[in-house]
């Protein structure tokens, strides 16, 4: 089993900087890939970026250039640098981690951008 537990959500005006983090616990040896999703109100889920376990990453096109995804493999850790925030890019972000067995989802933490 993996616990996350994520932090760093807020709000924050148009052109300003988040940094999201999201630790794992528990049998946290076997986690492969490491991922942020977002849901905006009355959206569905989507993908923001993601980082596999050697440090592969992707992102959507709605963030690249302006997000950065890394993690910190002896910490457990997966963060999500956010700059140049957006109205657009107000949403619950979700981390989300995957084993060999499964996917496991933190509780979700809000960013709000005002214009």
């Known amino acids: 089993q993996v616990q996350l537990a994520e932090s760093g959500g807020g709000s924050v005006q148009a052109g300003g900087s988040l940094r999201l983090s999201c630790r794992a616990s528990g049998n946290t040896a076997s986690i492969r890939d490491m991922a942020w999703y977002r849901q905006p109100p009355g959206e569905q889920r989507s993908l923001v970026a993601t980082?596999?376990?050697?440090?592969?990453?992707r992102y959507a096109d709605s963030v690249a250039g302006r997000f950065t995804i890394s993690r910190d493999n002896a910490m457990a850790t997966v963060f999500l640098q956010m700059n140049d925030l957006k109205p657009e890019d107000t949403a619950v972000y979700y981390c989300k981690v995957t084993n060999s067995y499964r996917d496991y989802w933190g509780q979700g933490t809000q960013v709000t951008v005002s214009s």
């Open positions: 980082i596999s376990r050697p440090g592969g990453k």
